[in-house]
């Protein structure tokens, strides 16, 4: 497929499979043998189930704030299954899918949402540490993506940022830096429908996000973001035109957020249950499982067996990190600076102290 081919002003999803699994497009099938068909269930599978079992931890108060994917499993995964091992994956903060096809052990993953910075210290893999500070991680996929262009490497730059993401200055900022300088990046809007409680109708008057690319001069297309398909072929056909020096994409994956926003949110209180009944019915779990049964590639003995080795690695997993930190206090000091500051090395020696146990101070 070319991006160029779609106008994100239609305002028309591009989709391959329906919501019952049923191929749309026969053509746009990506070319996957039965092992990879697989292994890319079994991620989604591996994605939810993490999610179930950090938020049954947090509740029991063995795990910090947690920030729930269910529901974006296949905006994730499809996309991230594009890259090639040299891209480099930039994400926000709710792309455990992409994490984990790009490599990221499940441990880095829990420690780092059980408190522990080191669970970002990643060896071997092409990703920036989890941003927190909406869209900032934005300009630095094209300060990535500008390095690449002078170094003259073909890697590409495949970004993360939610629908809330576009209404900062950075967004825009590195729209327009990628566009000038043709960098290589792969801008991914995950829309699932809220910034916390703020629905997107009521963030920006755009009818899609996807047409914030016409300002830009660059690509944009809207796609379903529930069909692993439909996202591995979008985000393929911008990473080949990035590699090929064409320059940025922006991809809007239009999904939902069918948990809480964070373990300390309560969506109740801002949207209605028929809503999220409504888009259960579009789970992509379930769309991809249609079509790998109507494919005679799953059965449901072979997904219960896989369920259930999943689970316990998930749950082995957690228990080697729980209660094991071998972090030390100076580790929270000594990062920011090259050589730490006066009232940086005060704070740690109060720090020290209050700790130790022996001393009392203001
Ligand atoms: C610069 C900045 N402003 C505000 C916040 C508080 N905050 C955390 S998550 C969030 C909503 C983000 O929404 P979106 O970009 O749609 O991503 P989602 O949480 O839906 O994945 C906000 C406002 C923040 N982390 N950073």
Redesign the pocket.
């Given at each position: 497929m070319r991006l160029e081919d779609y106008n994100p002003l239609d305002n028309i999803q591009y989709s391959v499979l329906d919501l019952n699994g049923n191929v749309l497009k026969e053509e746009d099938i990506p070319d996957f043998t039965d092992e990879e068909l697989f292994y890319l269930y079994k991620t989604m599978l591996y994605t939810r189930i993490i999610d179930d079992k950090a938020l049954s931890y947090q509740r029991q108060g063995r795990m910090l704030t947690y920030t729930p994917n269910t529901g974006q499993e296949a905006a994730q995964i499809g996309s991230s299954y594009a890259l090639e091992k040299g891209d480099f994956l930039v994400p926000?903060f709710?792309e455990l899918g992409a994490w984990l096809i790009k490599g990221v052990p499940l441990k880095n993953i829990y420690l780092y949402w059980y408190g522990n910075e080191w669970g970002s210290h990643i060896d071997d893999v092409k990703i920036l540490p989890i941003s927190?500070?909406?869209a900032s991680q934005m300009q630095h996929a094209v300060g990535i993506g500008m390095a690449n262009n002078i170094k003259g490497e073909k890697d590409v730059v495949l970004a993360f940022?939610?629908?809330?993401?576009t209404s900062?200055g950075d967004f825009h900022e590195a729209l327009n830096f990628a566009a000038v300088f043709k960098t290589p990046v792969v801008f991914l809007i995950?829309n699932?429908q809220?910034?916390?409680s703020t629905r997107r109708e009521i963030q920006t008057m755009s009818k899609n996000l996807a047409q914030k690319a016409i300002a830009y001069e660059i690509p944009g297309i809207l796609v379903d973001g529930n069909d692993i398909f439909a996202m591995y072929n979008a985000t393929k056909a911008a990473v080949n035109r990035a590699r090929n020096g064409q320059g940025p994409a922006l991809i809007e994956a239009y999904t939902y957020?069918l948990g809480a926003?964070t373990t300390s949110d309560d969506p109740s209180k801002y949207r209605a249950k028929e809503e999220v009944e409504e888009w259960k019915k579009k789970d992509p779990l379930l769309r991809f499982r249609l079509y790998l049964q109507q494919k005679g590639l799953l059965t449901d003995e072979l997904e219960e067996r896989t369920k259930k080795d999943l689970e316990e690695e998930v749950m082995a997993t957690f228990e080697s990190i729980e209660n094991k930190s071998d972090t030390e206090i100076e580790d929270i000091f000594k990062y920011h600076y090259a050589t730490m500051p006066p009232q940086l090395e005060e704070q740690l020696n109060e720090y020290k102290a209050f700790w130790e146990g022996g001393k009392d101070y203001d």
């Open positions: 926000a709710r927190v500070p909406i940022v939610g629908d809330g993401g900062e995950q699932n809220y910034a916390i957020r926003h």
